[in-house]
């Protein structure tokens, strides 16, 4: 299998504004492909490498504001890093967010367009996951999911119940993949996806028939003429395998 995770992608209105606060919550330099594209990754990150998931952020006229499937969540190292997160992301725009979390041991907050992410309090499992201990996937069902996502990139499972899935690379590095059960199951369009990419790139064509016989299908969101696939998964998130630009 030749499938990588290699970024997290956000409709933007601005993505070089939104792209400029994620660089600053990050501490990652920021690139851009074209006009409307930018680009977030560790500064000398070779890319693409399991050790970070990156972030690109792309223009879109209009981004409609729905209940967001894919989120992000923010790892830090101890309870004082997890104050003066919170306090810097809220300098640099961010607001609280209230979204029935409750009383939890975690913040949750909205980025400068309304994206919804939280920031951990210290927890081991994520002590060398980078900036981003976590991208989030809400579901119906994270066993099927992991059925999936698990054959699709051929992570290593760590954690498998009806309410949470967890997997991460094989080799040890990078941020996890959750799938968390949510009660609201109902498909919806998604501002953040996930960017898979074949290696080499040139096997982009095999690695999409082979989503498909896992259960995948085409999916069209007016993409046009372009060099990636976007497919969706059995419960209907879109995701783009990328090919050479």
Known sequence: MTLQLV???FKARD?????????EALGWGVSSEGPGVTNLEPVGFDWPDPSAV??????????????????????TASDAHHAELV??????????????????????????EGNVFSVL???ELYRDTGPIAAVVVDCADPRAMVRFWGEAIDWTVHELTDGRALLRSVKGVG?????????DDEVVWNRVHLDV???????QARE??????????????????????????????EFCVLGRG
């Open 87 to 112: 306090a810097r992301l809220k300098e640099l725009g961010a607001t609280p967010a209230d979204v029935g979390q409750g009383d939890t041991p975690w913040t949750v907050m909205a980025d400068p």
């Open 175 to 183: 941020p996890y993949l959750e799938f968390r059960r949510t009660p």
């Open 7 to 9: 970024q997290v992608n």
């Open 54 to 75: 990156c972030v690109d952020l792309v223009r879109v006229p209009d981004p409609e504001t729905v209940k967001y499937r894919v989120h992000i969540e923010l790892a």
């Open 121 to 123: 309090k210290p927890r």
């Open 197 to 203: 990419m074949s290696d080499p790139v040139e096997d």
């Open 208 to 237: 999409v028939a082979r989503l498909e016989g896992l259960g995948a299908i085409r999916a069209d969101v007016g993409q046009g003429d372009v060099s990636w696939v976007v497919l969706a998964d059995p419960e209907g998130n």
């Open 15 to 23: 993505d070089s504004a939104l792209g400029r606060f994620w660089a």
